[in-house]
């Protein structure tokens, strides 16, 4: 099984790269890789310079990894004591670590948790506890593994906004893996879009949204939805389709991009054989979601 | 609850019980990893003897390849209090904290009473294996290699003796294992420490590797009402290591003793269950 | 980074470590009753099957510190050996290695917590077993015994290491093969009887007893604290000792180096619930 297919990619310095693509497209592993956790089979991967494969002691030093769904830690310490011990890995002094450790809290909302263990603490504060482990050696290149999975919307919000504040203080990389395409377009400078191993795209969200928009993108709301997208896929001038499902309401939301508008009469006419009715369509301003449709020509579920 | 749905689901909970216990290698390591272990510790206790006897104490040259027997029997049949009192003590951890899968288990219909039996049916195949083959090889090793002539004949055990006790006792540890999940649905890391204890006690106080009699005088009265001691007892005259005279007896205690656990076991873990509830423990992540 | 910020890096990894292992043992009292009453009631049984076929009283003795050196082969199975199979099933061990530190470190870290908090637990279970059961000891030279322990600690230790990075790639075989190395060492080692220098003990079983630093430490200090004994009867045992943690550690120290190499190259250093 291939799990990275001629990935050729760089990473600024000081730049947020976003890694956007579904479960299995080889976001983790090239985290893996990236951190010294995996050896590649071929090929060559550098970090500020350093080969990860014979270098990969030195890397440890400039890194540092936090991977969304998890929480490294012992429940029966405390979150001080969590993170002290987390920064005696890194050999910072007493002094100083007690000094990082409690600005740390201060920055992630913890203080009022310091004394409480690990295993007391809700899934959103222990993600914060997991970002504050990630920082806390203050490193030149953080990996960020899907960092927001399992997290509730205000708790994600408030985590991207800590990242963009702790790049913000300068020498800094963050490389993130995500499959949320918002959090990709909000969070990152650069993004790379990866499916089966493979990178399809790389560039600016905006710049990757404006090659979409020389295709039209619509957005088409339909009852009952489409029990076969294959064959509107083949529809001469269609580029890439999905189609999301309101259980609730019985409404299916289609976002297409067309290379060529007059595929949308044959799209309608297939929607009516189907038996649908259209409830709703107009055009749309590209987002991420409609990049990746056009590049893999399905959506990301 | 049917009861054709109980044992349905009760075989289906040993079936998973099973390949959980028994995927994690091939069957030849298995089998080994279930002799290695009920030897070693038959051996331990087996050489305590024969150097009691090459030190020339005071009892006769008979008593020790007789205590050598009584103790191989004893020893062999334990397996089953291990391997019940272990399984059954990580079981609800397992399922809860490892494979997060206990609250699905809870909220399906029925109740958790065959998810339990079902995989204590699987500690006690598990002791099964290790009780036929730690016998086998006591008398390869002991008559067959070291030549030391212990009067245990396998082939002429009485199994209309041995069955009883050895389904009584069953039900005995089984309901002794529903008590540890009792306990374990409704503590936080005990699970670890509690199959070992309660199989430590059992091993002082059972009558395991000497005769309750060589027991403290205060401490005594707490074998007599303990299962496991007549579970051995009854076995051992099933062999012929004891006097069959008292097997009626013993059977008759093994089974009134049984009966007292199984409503305590059940009393128990059906309060348990409910606190659990209240407290919100039953889909509860333990985490050290 | 120079030597110097390397070992002083290292040594604080190895010290918080510690750190960790001896809180959080002592935390939970519940833990602190069983692994100090637990060894007592195995104690109990095997000292009652000494007295029921008429052995002599310094058996007891004998028992009691093999119960107490029990609780170091069972710390050195589960909390050293097996201890990079629970950093991985909780998530920790990504982050051992993605941190500069070295694994020996570590390792050396969780073996100095370990040790103090089975030596806190050992003095108990000794104290426990003279006052239960009333055994005699002749202890006439108390550095040596120290130096013995220290030794035999060490050696234990270190082959704890060695295990640790063979468990390393382990998934539930971890588990297992901690469980199956108990008995099996409780016997060759002879924790509740004298395996080595007793006549009726196969030489071979001897030979392969005397493989693991239990055994050798075991018998020392037997020799040292029930039988009155001194330096001199146990020099052999040292020199044994010291060979044995010679040899163990660099031993480590390669096979950790190539286990973490070979898990990085098929992908199981993070893989989990296998």
């Known amino acids: 099984m291939v799990a990275l297919d001629g990935v050729d990619l760089q990473v600024h310095d000081d730049e947020i790269f976003g890694l956007l693509g579904p479960n299995g497209a080889g976001k983790t592993t090239l985290i893996k890789i990236l951190c010294t956790l995996l050896l590649p089979t071929d090929g060559q991967a550098y970090i500020k310079g350093l080969d990860v494969v014979k270098q990969a002691s030195q890397i440890r030093r400039l890194i540092n990894l936090v991977s969304g769904g998890e929480t490294p830690g012992y429940g029966i310490l405390s979150v001080k004591e969590n993170l002290w011990f987390f920064s005696q890995l890194y050999g910072l002094s007493r002094d100083f670590a007690k000094d990082r450790v409690s600005k740390l809290m201060d920055q992630l909302e913890l203080q009022n948790y310091a004394n409480t263990r690990m295993s007391k603490l809700s899934t959103g504060y222990k993600q914060r506890l997991n970002l504050a482990r990630g920082f806390v050696n203050d490193p030149a290149v953080l990996f960020l593994d899907e960092p927001t999975l399992g997290l509730d919307v205000l708790s994600a919000r408030h985590l991207r906004t800590l990242v963009k504040s702790w790049i913000q203080t300068g020498g800094k990389t963050v490389l993130l893996t995500t499959h949320y395409m918002a959090e990709a377009d909000q969070l990152c400078d650069r993004v790379g879009i990866i499916n089966q191993g493979r990178i399809l795209a790389l560039d600016t969200p905006q710049r990757l949204k404006a090659k979409v928009a020389s295709g039209a993108s619509w957005k088409i709301e339909i009852t009952p939805n489409l029990q076969q997208l294959d064959s509107i896929k083949n529809i001469p001038g269609m580029v890439g389709i999905s189609q999301t499902d309101n259980i609730e309401t019985g409404v299916s939301t289609l976002k297409l991009i067309l290379q060529d508008e007059s595929a949308m009469s044959d799209l309608l006419t297939q929607i009516r054989q189907n038996g649908s009715k259209v409830l709703n369509m107009g055009k749309s301003e590209p987002t991420l979601e409609d990049v990746y449709i056009s590049l893999v020509g399905t959506g990301l579920e | ?288 | 980074m120079t030597t110097r910020e390397e070992l002083v890096t290292n040594l604080r990894a190895a010290y918080a470590r510690m750190w960790v292992r001896l809180k959080g043992s002592n935390r939970e009292v519940t833990g602190l009753i069983v692994e100090i009453g637990l060894p007592i009631l195995t104690i109990g049984a095997y000292v009652i099957l000494y007295r029921t076929i008429g052995l002599s009283i310094q058996a007891g003795a004998a028992v009691i510190i093999g119960g107490a050196m029990v609780a170091f082969w069972t710390n050195v199975l589960w909390n050293m050996s097996a201890q990079w199979f629970w950093e991985r099933e909780s998530g920790n061990l990504e982050m051992y290695l993605v941190a500069p530190v070295s694994r020996m470190a570590v390792l050396l870290g969780m073996a100095m917590g370990g040790s103090l908090n089975t030596a806190m637990r050992a003095v108990g279970i000794v104290l426990l077993g003279v006052f239960i059961f009333q055994v005699p000891f002749q202890l006439h030279d108390p550095f040596s015994a120290a130096f013995v322990f220290v030794l035999t600690i060490a050696a234990l230790y270190t082959l704890g290491m060695m295990f640790a990075s063979l468990f390393m790639l382990y998934g539930r075989e971890a588990y297992h093969t901690a469980n199956l190395l108990q008995e099996p060492v409780y016997f060759l080692s002879g924790a509740y009887f004298p395996a080595i220098y007793t006549p009726i003990v196969p030489f071979a079983l001897q030979a392969t007893a005397s493989l693991i630093p239990m055994t050798i430490g075991l018998d020392a200090i037997r020799r040292l604290a029930i039988y009155g004994g001194d330096i001199t009867t146990v020099w052999l045992h040292i020199l044994a000792l010291i060979a044995c943690t010679a040899i163990l550690f660099p031993l480590a120290k390669r096979s950790l180096n190539y286990m973490e190499s070979l898990g990085k190259k098929e992908g199981r250093l993070t893989l989990r619930w296998q």
């Open chain 2, 1 to 288: 609850m049917a009861v054709a749905d109980f044992i349905k689901s009760a075989r289906e909970s040993f079936r998973v019980g099973w390949k959980i216990e028994s995927n994690w290698t091939d069957p030849v390591l298995f089998a080994t990893y279930q002799i290695v272990r009920p030897l070693a510790s038959l051996l331990i206790v087996a050489f305590i003897v024969i150097i009691g006897a090459s030190l020339g104490t005071s009892a006769s040259a008979g008593f020790y390849s007789q205590y050598l027997a009584w103790l191989i029997v004893g020893n062999a049949f334990y397996a089953y209090v291990l391997q019940v009192m272990l399984g059954m003590a990580i079981l609800v951890h397992v399922d809860r904290t490892e494979y997060e899968v206990l609250k699905n288990i809870y909220i399906s219909p029925g109740t958790l009473h065959p998810y339990v039996i079902g995989r204590g049916l699987v500690s006690v195949l598990n002791g099964t294996v290790s009780v036929i083959l730690t016998l086998i090889f006591s008398v390869l090793i002991f008559n067959g290699l070291l030549h030391y002539n212990i009067p245990l004949n396998l082939l002429q055990v009485n199994v209309f003796m041995l069955f009883p006790a050895v389904i009584l006792g069953i039900i005995g540890l089984l309901a002794i294992g529903y008590m540890l999940c009792a306990v374990t649905i409704v503590s936080n890391r005990m699970e670890f420490v509690l199959g070992d204890s309660v199989s430590g006690i059992f091993f002082l106080l059972g009558g395991v590797i000497f005769p309750v009699t060589g027991l403290p005088t205060l401490i005594q009265p707490i074998s007599r009402v303990l299962p496991i001691t007549y579970f051995l007892n009854a076995i051992r005259e099933s062999f012929g290591l004891l006097p069959t005279g008292q097997y009626l007896s013993d059977l008759g205690f093994l089974a009134l003793t049984t009966v007292v656990t199984v409503a305590l076991g059940i009393g128990l873990f059906r309060l348990a269950e409910q606190r659990a509830r209240k407290l919100g423990l039953i889909d509860r992540k333990s985490e050290y």
